[in-house]
């Protein structure tokens, strides 16, 4: 699996600050890794590298994520460039292929390893893209009385951010108020 997520900002915005735990890592970065901890599980093993930002925070990171088998996703997010924002997941028997933004609503191909014909599917956009069907997802369960829904259960989102504080660790990201000798200067 492949999945990147990389964008540039204005001076001032508050993913460049670091009083706000600015960098890409907690922001962007949730997208491609979310989706390979779904699509991997939980990871036997990461590795990470990360490239400080000339603010003093990170600014770039790039991972590779093992599952026990040793199937792998490698993640980018960066904050110096605007990346295509893509996913590939590759199998044995095909490759699903979400051209970007893979986190909104939008095309699909699956392409068949070999001989075979891809199969495209395009979801119309709307005016309701980015996070409208997380929000219209919370607002069912509220209505319900539910505390959590089927599609991104809270244990998924809790192995993201082990997954994720195992990246900072790697990376030595820190940020205001933490303690830890390996952090960027």
Known sequence: MLADHGEQFTAGHRILRADLAGGPLLDLGTYP??????????PAGITAQGQPHPAGFNGQVSAVLRDTDGNQAVIHTTLFSDT???????????????????????????????????LTFTEPRTAHDALYFEAAETARR????????????PADSVTTLRA?????????????GEDRADAYA
Request: proline residues 13%; glycine residues 12%; negative net charge.
């Open 33 to 42: 890794l979310s989706l390979a901890t779904w699509v991997l599980g939980a």
């Open 84 to 118: 295509p924002t893509s996913a590939t997941i590759a199998g044995t028997h095909a490759t699903l292929t979400l051209p970007g933004p893979f986190y909104q609503p939008g095309d699909l191909l699956l392409t068949p390893s070999g001989e075979g014909t891809p």
């Open 142 to 153: 509220i209505s319900t009385g539910d505390r959590e829904t089927p599609l991104r259960p």
């Open 164 to 176: 994720m504080d195992e990246i900072r660790a790697l990376c030595g990201i820190t940020f205001p």
